[in-house]
């Protein structure tokens, strides 16, 4: 067994036990960024080996504020697979993850294939079909959230689910770096953010994931869904929390978090 199927098979174990383990980077700390996609990558083929399905792609640490909260200085992306599509208005259990946090982000829905190297910012717009409102579920299989770079991109960059809002806008109507967010818990404002808090804007985040993903031979297909980062800091879920987002010209989502 090589180190990389040793800490994905980790990795796996601790989603079906639901408890986390111990930072990876503490045992091995030569593991390099690629060494930490090529550990993603082995879950996630896990994951398509037992019928689950890749229906799009996600983009982490793009705002200064996730950076500072997690202690990173650069974007990662992970996988979104079908079973992390949550549906809106349905209740969450809690306990489907094991320490989770929410964060605003918007949707993009893509209408045509997108594939780097040399994208740019007009290319990942034309590529664009419609945006939709959205929230990130974030969650760690690492004790604590104690994660570095490797450790989160090992993780699948944190993932946990994603509901999206029922508004879908063309591209054209919005301005999403000024587009503002406000984030709603229980009734009580949480947070606030600005579209521009994601790498200058959630397109500029797009077309960094194609140009990576391009660099790895992989393009983004279409149909798929991306969510290009956080708009604020994420926030932490317990059971009975009730999420509203808002998101101005675009809309809102909803999410509800029950116990078992």
């Not at 983009?59 to 950076?67: D, E, F, I, N, P």
């Not at 944190?158 to 508004?167: D, E, F, K, P």
């Not at 054209?172 to 009734?187: A, E, I, P, S, T």
């Not at 708009?231 to 509800?256: C, K, N, W, Y």
Request: one cysteine or more.
């Amino acid at each position: 067994m090589t180190l990389h199927t040793e800490l994905a098979d980790r990795l796996l174990v601790a989603y079906a036990d639901r408890a986390p383990i111990s930072r990876i980077t503490a045992d091995h700390p030569d593991l390099t960024i690629d060494d930490a996609y090529t550990i993603q990558q082995q879950q996630v083929s896990a994951w398509t080996q037992a019928g689950d399905v890749v229906r799009g792609h996600k983009v982490g640490l793009t705002s200064k504020a996730m950076q500072s909260q997690l202690g990173v200085d650069c974007p990662d992306y992970g996988r979104l697979t079908a079973s992390m599509f949550l549906p809106e208005g349905t209740p969450i259990p809690a306990g489907r993850f094991l320490q989770p946090r929410v964060e605003p982000e918007i949707a993009f829905v893509m209408g045509r294939r997108l594939a780097g190297p040399g994208v740019t910012v007009a290319d990942a717009a034309r590529a664009v079909d419609v945006v939709l409102p959205a929230l990130e579920i974030i969650d760690s299989r690492i004790r604590n959230w104690d994660i570095g770079l490797v450790d989160t991109i090992a993780d699948n960059a944190s993932s946990g689910g994603v509901v999206l809002g029922g508004t879908a806008r063309r591209l054209d109507k919005l301005d999403l770096r000024l587009m503002g967010v406000l984030v709603h818990r229980n009734g009580d404002l949480v947070a606030t953010g600005a579209g521009a808090a994601v790498l200058g804007s959630p397109l500029n985040a797009l077309a960094w994931l194609a140009n990576i993903l391009g660099a790895r031979g992989v393009a983004i297909e279409a149909g798929e869904t991306v969510i290009p980062g956080s708009m604020t800091s994420a926030i932490p879920v317990q059971a009975g929390d009730s999420f509203h987002v808002e998101f101005a010209a675009l809309g809102s989502v909803t999410a509800r978090f029950t116990a078992e």
